[in-house]
């Protein structure tokens, strides 16, 4: 099982990023996928989901209006689209990969960094 997030670097603020997460050795249109973030001294939050058919999503109220989560099952590809970034943004960000039929299966990538400065 591999998840493998690009996209990261260093923006303005006002910029955006686009995060992809290339996922391989599981059914990936099986699995809800999500994006956490992890700034230094702070626990890992929940940045966006979405659902295994992409038909919901859900999003932490800081990056609504913001960032769009999607994901493309043909590519084995989930994206995270930041706009309006601001510093408080600045984290690593992680690709998740989540499915509860009885039993658990839940991936991490490595994480990206993203940061946010002038």
């Known amino acids: 099982v591999q998840l493998v997030e690009s996209g990261g670097g260093l923006v303005q603020p006002g910029g955006f990023l686009r995060l992809s997460c290339a996922a391989s050795?599981?059914?990936?249109?099986?699995?809800?996928m999500s994006w956490y973030r992890q700034a230094p001294g702070k626990e890992r939050e929940l940045v966006a989901g979405i659902t295994n058919a992409g038909r919901s999503t859900n999003y932490a109220d800081s990056v609504k209006g913001r960032f769009t989560i999607s994901r493309d099952n043909a590519k084995n590809t989930v994206y995270l689209q930041m706009n309006s970034l601001k510093p408080e943004d600045t984290a690593v960000y992680y690709c998740?990969?989540?499915?509860?039929?009885?039993?658990?299966?839940?991936?991490w990538g490595q994480g990206t960094q993203v940061t946010v400065s002038s």
């Open positions: 998740n990969a989540l499915k509860e039929y009885g039993i658990v299966y839940n991936y």
């Open positions: 050795g599981f059914t990936f249109s099986r699995y809800v």
